[in-house]
Structure formats: structure tokens, C-alpha cells
């Protein structure tokens, strides 16, 4: 059964700092592109950040571009994002997801390539 279950969520003020974690099972996890997503009340899902765990490419959404950096620890199955210097936009659920595609810079707008998906994780941040 394929899983991928987020954690690291919370409430913190503005400009502090979260890091999210995704743990993911059932599959090849070095086949697999990770992307981050998030979601705000009343706005569409949009792509956050991406990593290919063959290669370790990554990508940003030119929103959190200097903010936010994604890792992988491959052999513990594991995708993280780093977030800095939150803002109160930032405020969402954030999922993790993974598809069979390498990573590439249009994942934002590719959230069909992605094919499991976890629940998510609440992300807010206060002014």
C-alpha cells in the first residue's frame, strides 16, 4: 500500500521558521519525484517545491524562492521542507505528493504527473 504522511505542521509567528516532513512507503522511492503543495482556504492547490530522488534536482515556486529549501534523506524515505522567513501567506495545508516524472520546473502546473498523494499538514502562521 503506498503512503505518504506529513508532519512538522504548526502555528508560528511571522518570520520564524518550520520544517515539514514527508515519509513515504509502497513504492520505489528513488523512481520518484516529490513535490510540496499547499493550499488555502478559498484558492486553488499550487506547487511549492520539487525534488527528484535519482538526482536530487530541485525547484521553487518563485514565491518561496530564498525562503524555502527541500531535502531528501533517501535512505530513510524521507522528503523535507525547510521553511524560513515565513509570512502569513504562507498559511495553508501543505501536501506532499510523488510522481514517476523526474522533477521539472512547470511541476506547479503539473499536478496530474502526481500520483500519490498524502493528507496534509496545517501550516499557519500569524502577523
Known amino acids: 500500500e503506498v503512503q505518504l504522511v506529513e508532519s512538522g505542521g504548526g502555528l508560528v509567528q511571522a518570520g520564524g521558521s518550520l520544517r515539514l516532513s514527508c515519509t513515504a512507503s509502497?513504492?520505489?522511492?528513488?523512481?520518484?519525484?516529490i513535490g510540496w503543495f499547499r493550499q488555502a482556504p478559498g484558492k486553488e492547490r499550487e506547487g511549492v517545491s520539487c525534488?527528484?530522488?535519482?538526482?536530487?534536482?530541485?525547484y521553487h515556486a518563485d514565491n518561496v524562492k530564498g525562503r524555502f529549501t527541500i531535502f531528501s534523506d533517501n535512505a530513510k524515505n524521507t522528503v523535507y521542507l525547510q521553511m524560513n522567513s515565513l509570512k502569513p501567506e504562507d498559511t495553508a495545508i501543505y501536501y506532499c505528493?510523488?510522481?514517476?516524472?523526474?522533477?521539472?520546473?512547470?511541476?506547479?502546473?503539473?499536478?496530474?504527473?502526481?500520483?500519490?498523494w498524502g493528507q496534509g499538514t496545517q501550516v499557519t502562521v500569524s502577523s
Open positions: 505528493a510523488a510522481s514517476p516524472a523526474p522533477a521539472a520546473p512547470w511541476f506547479a502546473t503539473r499536478l496530474y504527473d502526481f500520483d500519490y
Open positions: 509502497g513504492f520505489t522511492f528513488d523512481d520518484y519525484a
Open positions: 525534488i527528484s530522488n535519482s538526482d536530487g534536482r530541485t
